[in-house]
């Protein structure tokens, strides 16, 4: 392999890197510029190495550790935030993906690992858009309800989700005193959550409302 190539290669992996990262990097994610730009330069060494250490038929062999290397990367940046939500999926699976380019820039597939990085780019910017459209159209919200008994009961809250057509799918409550305390994971449309919201604020006799 001629220096030019090797040089060329490293030079597509920054550039790779440096494109994807940036848009993290705006975004102010954990694997932002200098991470990704690592990561897709490493993956193309990692390439580019077996290629002059690794017997033909181990080749492959090389990128498949590659593969279960980069997992370790991308868990690092997964953690459980506020309400038991799980954080950095995305980020993870750039990292992944971004590592991926990089084998492909080793093994000389340019025009594919540029077009994956469009792609790349192309589910972080515009996607979005599309996500937040299904997000109202079906948006799960935690409700946590501190309510006097016997004025109101569980199913007090359930009907009353139906009007506003919301679905609970999950609730559970408890006594403490003379008060119930109830939280339910509620699907529906962000307006029906919104008009919800409203209903409850005004209503006097509920004692703690989070949401």
Known sequence: MEPIGILTKLILAVLVGGIIGAEREYRSKLAGFRTLIM???GATLF???SRFIAAPSEVSRVASNVVVGIGFVGAGVIFKGDNNRVNG?????????TAALGVGIGA????VSFLGCLFVLLTHIGFPYLETMIDRANRARTYKIVFPYPEFDDQSFVKLFKEFHLTAKEGYQ????????????VYGRQKNHDRFIQYILQESRIEQFDF
Do not use: D, N, Q, R
């Open 174 to 185: 408890s006594k403490k005193g003379a008060w119930i305390v109830g939280e339910w994971l």
């Open 108 to 111: 000389g597939y340019y025009v």
């Open 47 to 49: 390439t580019i190495f």
């Open 39 to 41: 990561i897709c330069l």
């Open 89 to 97: 999926i995305t980020t993870a699976a750039t990292i992944w993906v």
